[in-house]
């Protein structure tokens, strides 16, 4: 996925795939108390540098969350048999630093001041203007119809409430719920902000929403039918969309989106 479908199609596809991998060793790293999963994040950080330049945005919300949280339990270094590991354990910040900086430099080290200026100038400056979303209330819509799907979005919405209600409007916040925070809100405050509203920068977010939606699943009942009801329930909408291209019997037709106010509740194009 990182190397592959990044080159036949959108970066963004790999890089999303990086920050779920760099996520998955954060929190393996019991609050970067396990050398080897410091090295590890230190090797995907250099690999999502190289795959694009945003990388850094979308990990900084967990790292700071996990710091904060590592400084209040006073964490001590996990005793592991590699005496690198256990050097890597004693120094996490440093850990990451390196390896992914020596990587990333491989190609930063020519290109940084021309990849800073077109970065600042693509999100926030004039080239980001030609890629406007006409405005932040189209933008938060098009996140909800071609991001989510408005079917998706209802669904987080209602198994949502449903399983804040079974548990008395009560949030626990934790370590996951802090890593989640951190990983949704400020990429998309950042995109929010900018000039540039491509849809394409939420790919790295949707997977904070799987997430939401799969804990709703399970919060809302321990039977395991109830739970296997729900789950196929939400997988209806993309088997739908994949069976509608792929037997569509003439691909020159074109079905009128199914619009309700501004959700989108069915449209071919979105597959």
Known sequence: LAYGLSRVFMADYGLAA??????YYLVASDGLTRGSANFAMGVLLGLGLLM????????????????????????QPVAETFW????????????????GVAMAATWYAFHLDTILRYAW?????????????????????LVVNRGLSAYYA????????AALALN?????WGEREWLLAGWLVPPLLATAAG???????VIALLPVFAILLAVSIFHLGERRAVQAMLAVLVVIFPQRLFAE???????????????????????????
């Not at 009128?256 to 959700?263: C, I, K, M, N, T």
């Open 154 to 161: 209802l669904a987080i919405a209602a198994l949502g409430l």
């Open 121 to 141: 100038q693509g999100a926030y400056g004039e080239i980001g203007e030609q890629y406007g979303a006409g405005g932040l209330m189209h933008w938060a819509w």
């Open 52 to 75: 694009k330049i945003l990388f850094p945005a979308f990990i900084a919300g967990p790292l700071l969350a996990v710091l904060i949280l590592r400084r209040r339990q006073a964490a």
């Open 168 to 172: 008395r409007k009560r949030l626990r």
């Open 84 to 99: 690198l590991w256990r050097a890597c354990a004693r120094r996490p910040l440093l850990t990451i630093a390196l390896p």
């Open 18 to 23: 990086l920050v779920i991998a760099w996520l």
């Open 245 to 271: 291209l792929s037997y569509r019997p003439d691909p020159h037709s074109h079905s009128h989106p199914v619009e309700w106010g501004p959700l989108t509740l069915y449209s071919r194009d979105l597959g």
């Open 195 to 201: 000039q540039n509203r491509e849809i394409r920068f």
